[in-house]
């Protein structure tokens, strides 16, 4: 069980990362900024894949045991839905940059 929270807490923490690179290059608008988080950008489904598949271990393992009351706790649930809302706003960020710029002079 310690190697699901493991695997679970490393996901988040890499999760994590990803949005910080694409906050930072938002902020900076450097090419190699942009560029470092396009490359980060890649592996976010695999990382938020495997947070979810172990979450749902863990909670299975809680179940199996009768302990579901002990996990998760609402410090998970706290970093769950950090998860979630970091996986949303890294597409996000993504897509703000793979769209292209309004042409000179171009009014919304």
């Known amino acids: 069980m310690k ?10 923490e890499e999760i994590k990362l990803i949005v910080t690179q694409g906050r930072k290059a938002k902020e900076v608008l450097d090419p190699k900024a942009i560029q470092l988080f396009k490359g980060m950008y890649t592996a976010l489904e695999r990382y938020y894949q495997k947070f979810e598949s172990s ?21 998970y649930q706290e970093i769950k839905n950090s998860m979630r809302r970091y996986y949303y706003e890294a597409i996000a960020t993504f897509q703000a940059f793979e769209k292209p710029a309004p042409p000179v002079g171009a009014t919304s």
Do not use: G, I, N, Y
Not at 3 to 12: G, H, P, T
């Open 3 to 12: 190697s699901m929270f493991k695997k679970l807490d490393s996901a988040a």
């Open 55 to 75: 979450w749902e271990a863990l909670v299975d393992e809680f179940e199996d045991a009768e302990r579901s009351s002990e996990f998760p706790t609402d410090a």
